[in-house]
């Protein structure tokens, strides 16, 4: 009896070719079309350029979870950066076939990965979609940990670290409704109330200085007569500015210069 040899993915990078009667193959790929694991939807955007028609339904059944880890530990949006197909991890951003902030078994988000393969447009895609929420300072410092060679991350830890070191600052923190929003990865949105501080990183390829590395805008809840801008700060100056909008009787001794 003629037979064909049908393709069949072992759930990592490799294909194993197994001879089967024609009948038997057809029957095995039709199963195979209507069937997908977790491994065999990683795999797709771990190695390929096109999105099969059939993933689109995934992310809406409830019996498939998108975010799962394949057998490697990845999913689908680390597996791709990991493999540096940065084609496809383009397409699962911009489709939503994965949870942004999901870690892989190593602990990594898909975001920390960019960094560590220095792939600086995906960087800015994700920081443009990612918002993260925490009350807990370590979960923060870890979200923003990476080389400590990445200027921006560095800096922002070492702010964000200065402000936690502050007591009456933290017990502030710690009282209000939002301890740390982070919009966009890389700005931190310190939150009382209604007043909000937003703290913005400025590339360094567009500081006035090396050691001005902020932008600090303050948005009152009693009207734009209490608003204030400063543009290019130090950290001793994005204190400061801390300070004085919770009115924080101390002052802050540099142990940065």
């Known amino acids: 009896?003629?037979?064909?040899?049908?393709?069949?993915?072992?759930?990592?990078?490799?294909?194993?070719?197994?001879?089967?009667?024609?009948?038997?193959?057809?029957?095995?790929?039709?199963?195979?079309?209507?069937?997908?694991?977790?491994?065999?939807?990683?795999?797709?955007?771990?190695?390929?350029?096109?999105?099969?028609?059939?993933?689109?339904?995934?992310?809406?059944?409830?019996?498939?979870?998108?975010?799962?880890?394949?057998?490697?530990?990845?999913?689908?949006?680390?597996?791709?950066?990991?493999?540096?197909?940065?084609?496809?991890?383009?397409?699962?951003?911009?489709?939503?076939?994965?949870?942004?902030?999901?870690?892989?078994?190593?602990?990594?988000?898909?975001?920390?990965?960019?960094?560590?393969k220095k792939a600086d447009e995906i960087i800015e895609l994700l920081e443009s979609n990612v918002t993260y929420q925490s009350e807990n300072w370590e979960d923060i410092k870890w979200f923003y940990h990476s080389d400590i060679h990445d200027d921006n991350s560095f800096r922002m830890i070492e702010l964000m670290d200065a402000i936690n070191t502050n007591k009456s600052l933290k017990d502030i923190y710690l009282c209000s409704p939002v301890f740390y929003s982070v919009f966009f990865a890389r700005s931190p949105s310190i939150e009382l109330g209604h007043d909000t501080l937003n703290i913005r990183i400025i590339h360094k390829k567009l500081r006035k200085a090396l050691d001005m590395a902020f932008d600090i805008e303050y948005s009152s809840s009693n009207g734009t007569e209490n608003d204030f801008v400063l543009k290019s700060v130090t950290i001793d100056q994005a204190l400061e500015s801390v300070f004085s909008f919770y009115k924080v009787d101390t002052h802050f001794s540099n142990k940065w210069q």
């Not at 089967?20 to 990683?42: E, G, N, R, W």
């Open 1 to 116: 009896m003629t037979g064909r040899f049908v393709d069949l993915e072992t759930g990592g990078q490799d294909i194993a070719f197994v001879y089967l009667p024609k009948k038997t193959a057809s029957k095995v790929k039709q199963f195979l079309k209507k069937f997908i694991d977790i491994d065999m939807y990683v795999e797709q955007f771990r190695s390929k350029d096109i999105i099969p028609e059939e993933f689109y339904a995934l992310r809406d059944d409830n019996s498939f979870d998108i975010n799962s880890l394949d057998s490697y530990g990845e999913t689908a949006l680390t597996a791709a950066i990991k493999n540096e197909n940065y084609m496809m991890t383009k397409e699962i951003i911009d489709f939503e076939f994965c949870d942004y902030l999901v870690k892989n078994r190593d602990g990594y988000t898909p975001l920390q990965i960019a960094r560590q």
